[in-house]
């Protein structure tokens, strides 16, 4: 079974700077695309970051120059460096992977827990 496992949020103030980490368990037998989401209260979902498996990236506006999105060596990891935080980076950031868990499956999307990470100002 095909799992999403993040850590790294936490409480951080304003400036500061925090690594949420995310790895695929379960060995799939082969990962696309990884993003990053967040979903700050009374909010909808949006996208924070992707890379692709050529390691190709995008960053929304509000977090480009501040977050750095990368892959492990492995290929299943994805990091996402967040620095010069804001109070408006408060979310429950989330992993998202496009993967095949077999040879024979077709591309699903595949998301992880979620982390809190709490900017104070």
């Known amino acids: 079974q095909v799992q999403l496992v993040e850590s790294g949020g936490g409480l951080v103030q304003a400036g500061g700077s925090l690594r949420l980490s995310c790895a695929a368990s379960?060995?799939?037998?082969?990962?696309?695309?990884m993003a990053w989401y967040r979903q700050a209260p009374g909010k909808q979902r949006e996208l924070v970051s992707t890379i692709t498996s050529s390691d190709n990236t995008n960053y929304a506006d509000s977090v480009k120059g501040r977050f750095t999105i990368a892959r492990g060596n492995a290929k299943n990891t994805v990091y996402l460096q967040m620095n010069s935080l804001k109070p408006e980076d408060t979310a429950v950031y989330y992993c998202?992977?496009?993967?095949?868990?077999?040879?024979?499956?077709?591309?699903?999307?595949?998301w992880g827990q979620g982390t809190q990470v709490t900017v104070s100002s």
């Open positions: 379960g060995s799939p037998f082969n990962i696309n695309a």
């Open positions: 998202n992977a496009r993967l095949r868990v077999y040879w024979y499956d077709s591309w699903r999307d595949y």
